[in-house]
């Protein structure tokens, strides 16, 4: 199984901040990286995959990029609605895809 | 519009069964790769497995933690996709969600919104 390794585990914001949250992946994985969004009582949503492409409907306030082994998350200018907790989740090669620890965002 | 509907979980004593199922629907069921992902309280997302469609021979991969133990079946006639969970253990407590794999990759596109199973004496 594929490591996956994200930080920080919890970052204050204010809105209007820009923020990154970085996973790093124990091998290579090309940029099969995705993000999810997940708010409280809720389902997660996939944000970003494929390292860089924004899912449909989603801000784009939110970018990825990276490859390879380092990932990157960045939220510009943080709105209210962006308070969460995000994951990572590799999709190289088969199954089990594994996930980061998570990042909770939370408002400053 | 994708939609998800999680049914069967409970209450349940170590080393019981339990089935959960998941209504499909808003998608061609019958071409998407299915997974299950979980929750424990308070902790992150733990993948558990997935089915392949029926086209592609259903093939199942399961997660160390639950291989052996789980079951990934899918019935196309009627849309639903099911998790047989075995011998379960206090450590599998959590919420179980159904998820599409729509482009066949392993981006997890659609969640329903979970199924809640508590393993406890």
């Known amino acids: 199984d594929i490591q996956m390794t994200q930080s920080p585990s919890f970052l204050s914001a204010s809105v209007g901040d820009r923020v990154t949250i970085t996973c790093r992946a124990g091998?290579?994985?090309?940029?099969?990286l995705n993000w999810y969004q997940q708010k409280p009582g809720k389902a997660p949503k996939l944000l970003i995959y494929?390292?860089?492409t924004l899912e449909s409907g989603d801000p784009s306030r939110f970018s990825g990029s990276g490859s390879g082994t380092d990932f990157t998350l960045t939220i510009n200018n943080v709105q209210p609605d962006d308070f969460a907790t995000y994951y990572c989740?590799?999709?190289?090669?088969?199954?089990?895809?594994?996930f980061g620890q998570g990042t909770k965002l939370d408002m400053k | 519009e994708v939609l998800l509907v999680e049914s069967g979980g409970g209450l349940v004593n170590p080393g019981g069964s339990l089935r959960l199922s998941c209504a499909a629907s808003?998608?061609?069921?019958?071409?998407?790769?299915m997974s299950w992902v979980r929750q424990a309280p308070g902790k992150g997302l733990e993948y558990v497995g997935r089915?392949?469609?029926?086209?592609?021979?259903?093939?199942?991969d399961y997660a160390a933690p639950v291989k052996g133990r789980f079951i990934i079946s899918r019935q196309d006639s009627t849309d639903t996709l099911y998790l047989q969970l075995n011998s379960l253990k206090t450590e599998d407590t959590g919420l179980y969600f159904c998820?599409?794999?729509?482009?066949?990759?392993?981006?997890?596109?659609?969640w329903g919104q979970g199924a809640l199973v508590t393993v406890s004496s």
């Open positions: 998820v599409t794999d729509l482009f066949l990759t392993g981006i997890l596109h659609h």
């Open positions: 089915i392949k469609s029926n086209i592609d021979g259903a093939t199942t």
């Open positions: 808003g998608f061609s069921f019958k071409s998407a790769w």
């Open positions: 091998q290579n994985i090309d940029n099969y």
């Open positions: 989740q590799e999709s190289y090669s088969i199954p089990p895809y594994m």
């Open positions: 494929g390292a860089s």
